[in-house]
């Protein structure tokens, strides 16, 4: 068995009341709460947040309107300063829960703190403010991830700092009830696709078969979701498979991390047509799959019989796979234009070439 190492930088709890945690972890502290545009107040987050911080005697200051623009990790920097703050809070999707890592980061690292985005520069163990995370619309997993990702409209530039991990992890079913049926179901499939980056290429049976569990699970939710949108159980799930896409508890005996340049690709869309995150990973899963199956046909074909049923040719797997995902009411496909000089000029890693890159964006247009 190939070497590996199990972390737990960030203690995860799921919750379906979070209020005398939220208490004890507050209580005598200065807090910056970071959020974005404003569901918080309609899923509940920020009455528990608020409420318990006046029960914990707490110091509440709030960042709102947050993203994860370099711009707005600078404001929440900057109150940090102000007050004094010794603890951030950050509720929401990927971009406010990145922004707050990098808040409680930056806030100990100002004057550097784009290099380590910028040059993916490893922050892990130094200096930051006590961080917890509570992630409103589940997918991304940052909140028991490592990664934060960074962009900068003044200059272009974007980035992932590697490293920055939160104490504690809140996992609340409830706040994700008041998602569109079109949210709920990007919750499942984006979590389905980081499940399936870390698990394809595991070489290690305990945890590739943890991860083609938790894929099944997911899948599963997301269908009782379809007809029962109120279930918290199906809710759950989905949350702990987003945390734990992101863990080091998968892909324990990857031997080549081919899997992970989805992320790389990932960025071209919302550069060229400018989808979120959650729109373009799902949408060029299926592509990409494609597009590494020559070099990783086994892999790829085994992956594919157990986690999903399926076998058989390549780009019919692909197109039932367009079909799956398409079936839980989201679009697969992008509008628009992509040359190879295009996408050329985005600064992405990947092995794959600039023509076969181009060929799995142009199958993602209509």
């Given at each position: 068995m190939k070497d590996f190492q199990l972390r737990n930088d960030t203690k995860l709890l799921l919750l379906n009341d979070p209020a005398p945690t939220?208490?004890?972890?507050?209580?005598?502290?200065?807090?910056?709460?970071?959020?974005?545009?404003g569901s918080v107040f309609e899923n509940g987050c920020y009455d528990d947040v608020f409420k318990s911080a006046k029960v914990a005697n707490a110091e509440f200051h709030e960042l709102a309107e947050a993203s994860r623009e370099l711009a707005d990790i600078e404001r929440g920097i900057a109150l940090c300063k102000e007050h004094g703050i010794n603890l951030v809070i950050g509720a929401g999707g990927a971009s406010i829960m990145d922004c707050a890592k990098l808040i409680a980061f930056g806030t100990s690292h100002e004057d550097d703190l784009w290099e380590?985005?910028?040059?993916r520069k490893g922050p892990h163990g130094e200096e930051k403010l006590p961080l917890v995370l509570m992630p409103t619309y589940p997918s991304s997993g940052s909140e028991y991830g490592l990664g934060a990702v960074s962009a900068d409209k003044r200059t272009g530039d974007f980035g992932t700092a590697y490293g920055i991990g939160a104490d504690v992890a809140i996992?609340?079913?409830?706040?994700?009830?008041?998602?569109?049926?079109?949210?709920?179901?990007?919750?499942?499939l984006v979590t389905l696709v980081q499940l399936s980056a870390a698990t394809l290429g595991d070489k290690n049976p305990v945890s590739y078969d943890i991860g083609i569990s938790v894929i099944k699970n997911v899948l599963r939710a997301i269908t009782t979701l379809q007809k029962e949108p109120n279930d918290l159980d199906a809710r759950g799930i989905i949350l702990y498979g987003a945390s734990i896409s992101t863990s080091s508890r998968l892909g324990l005996g990857k031997e080549a991390n081919y899997a992970y340049e989805i992320y790389e690709l990932e960025f071209i869309p919302e550069v060229l047509f400018g989808v979120p995150y959650r729109r373009s990973l799902t949408t060029i899963f299926p592509r990409f799959l494609t597009?590494?199956?020559?070099?990783?046909?086994?892999?790829?074909g085994q992956f594919l019989k157990d986690a999903f049923g399926l076998e058989g040719e390549m780009k019919d797997c692909e197109k039932r796979l367009v079909e799956l995902f398409s079936s839980f009411g989201v679009p697969m496909h992008f509008e628009g234009e992509a040359?190879?000089?295009q996408i050329a000029d985005i600064d992405i890693t990947t092995s794959l070439s600039i023509d076969e890159v181009t060929t799995v964006i142009n199958n993602c247009l209509k």
């Amino acid at each position: 068995m190939k070497d590996f190492q199990l972390r737990n930088d960030t203690k995860l709890l799921l919750l379906n009341d979070p209020a005398p945690t939220l208490t004890s972890l507050m209580s005598g502290k200065k807090v910056l709460f970071v959020f974005g545009n404003g569901s918080v107040f309609e899923n509940g987050c920020y009455d528990d947040v608020f409420k318990s911080a006046k029960v914990a005697n707490a110091e509440f200051h709030e960042l709102a309107e947050a993203s994860r623009e370099l711009a707005d990790i600078e404001r929440g920097i900057a109150l940090c300063k102000e007050h004094g703050i010794n603890l951030v809070i950050g509720a929401g999707g990927a971009s406010i829960m990145d922004c707050a890592k990098l808040i409680a980061f930056g806030t100990s690292h100002e004057d550097d703190l784009w290099e380590y985005v910028k040059n993916r520069k490893g922050p892990h163990g130094e200096e930051k403010l006590p961080l917890v995370l509570m992630p409103t619309y589940p997918s991304s997993g940052s909140e028991y991830g490592l990664g934060a990702v960074s962009a900068d409209k003044r200059t272009g530039d974007f980035g992932t700092a590697y490293g920055i991990g939160a104490d504690v992890a809140i996992l609340v079913p409830k706040y994700a009830l008041t998602l569109s049926s079109e949210m709920t179901a990007y919750t499942g499939l984006v979590t389905l696709v980081q499940l399936s980056a870390a698990t394809l290429g595991d070489k290690n049976p305990v945890s590739y078969d943890i991860g083609i569990s938790v894929i099944k699970n997911v899948l599963r939710a997301i269908t009782t979701l379809q007809k029962e949108p109120n279930d918290l159980d199906a809710r759950g799930i989905i949350l702990y498979g987003a945390s734990i896409s992101t863990s080091s508890r998968l892909g324990l005996g990857k031997e080549a991390n081919y899997a992970y340049e989805i992320y790389e690709l990932e960025f071209i869309p919302e550069v060229l047509f400018g989808v979120p995150y959650r729109r373009s990973l799902t949408t060029i899963f299926p592509r990409f799959l494609t597009a590494m199956a020559p070099y990783h046909q086994e892999d790829i074909g085994q992956f594919l019989k157990d986690a999903f049923g399926l076998e058989g040719e390549m780009k019919d797997c692909e197109k039932r796979l367009v079909e799956l995902f398409s079936s839980f009411g989201v679009p697969m496909h992008f509008e628009g234009e992509a040359g190879s000089a295009q996408i050329a000029d985005i600064d992405i890693t990947t092995s794959l070439s600039i023509d076969e890159v181009t060929t799995v964006i142009n199958n993602c247009l209509k």
